[in-house]
């Protein structure tokens, strides 16, 4: 089946055993990870915290929900996001990568929706791209895992 | 114009924090402490009749039973129950040397509505994270499964 849309410059981040699909205007750097510090009490999906650009990022290794725990070496990267809609402007993440994402433009119908059974968490399609198993992140299921209703309101 | 407050740094479980050096934060030396548990807590304060609870906290800020700790910090001191977090290490340092910068943890908030968390201090050699001292007055008191939150 072919996936209706325009023309879309996008990202494919490297994530566990598949490929991440984001449009580029949602990626503010690409770049090598920092020194983290550790989060306490955190949940096991989020790696700890880096500076960038002076201020303070969460880094998140979202392929845990794929697979297994992600291990950092020479070759990872992050992918800092913006914040997501709602959220304060300071509010970036990061999202940890195996290696250095790829540019693409995507257009139809160069990208298949897989008939893939399983549902895969946080992702709202699974993808096809060039023989590449890829997901495009359901970002409204990413704003309920990150923010605490409570006490991470949105200013 | 100058900045007059303070951080508290605070060396525990492996890690350096920060805290705001608020009046109703109390600091006893180890000596002052009576080294009994109770429960999870590993240290008490005996003042005017009452005892304030103090916990040491390991990497996984679950409580442990000993460590090197040197002073308690006791946080809530004017609300009903003071409770102490153990420290290994405390200095002082003007908030004007320090670069505070907010942020919200992600997930889930590990006490009720409160992250502990909201802010770090970024310089040269990296972050280091910023204590809500009510988030942390309540994870303490939680531990013995009181959730007041003083």
Partial sequence: MALASNRVHALLLPVCDRYLLVPSALVAEVGVVETLTSLPLSPPWVLGVMSWRSQPIVVCDLGRFWGPPATLGPKSRVAVFYPLPGRAPTEFFAILTNAEPQSRTIETPSVLLTDEDAVHPYLAVSLDIDGKRAGIPDLAGLKELFYDPVAAKAP | ?150
Avoid: C
């Avoid at chain 2, 807590?41 to 005017?48: H, N, S, T």
């Avoid at chain 2, 009452?50 to 006791?74: C, H, K, M, N, Q």
């Fill in chain 2, 1 to 150: 114009m100058t900045d007059l407050r303070h951080y508290l740094e605070l060396q525990f479980a492996g890690q350096v924090f920060l805290m705001p050096n608020f009046p109703d934060i109390v600091i006893e030396p180890r000596e002052n402490m009576q080294v009994e548990r109770k429960g999870r807590a590993a240290a008490l304060f005996i003042v005017q009749g009452a005892s304030w609870p103090a916990y040491a906290l390991g990497p996984d800020w679950s409580p442990i039973p000993e460590s090197r700790w040197t002073r308690a910090v006791f946080l809530g001191t004017s609300a009903a129950r003071p409770v102490g977090l153990l420290v290994d290490g405390l200095r002082l340092l003007p908030a004007g040397d320090l670069r505070i910068m907010p942020f919200t943890p992600l997930g889930p908030a590990p006490v009720p509505g409160r992250h502990l968390f909201p802010g770090a201090a970024v310089g040269r050699s990296g972050l280091t994270l910023v204590l809500a001292i009510d988030g942390v007055a309540s994870y303490l008191r939680a531990l013995e499964g009181d959730h007041g939150l003083g």
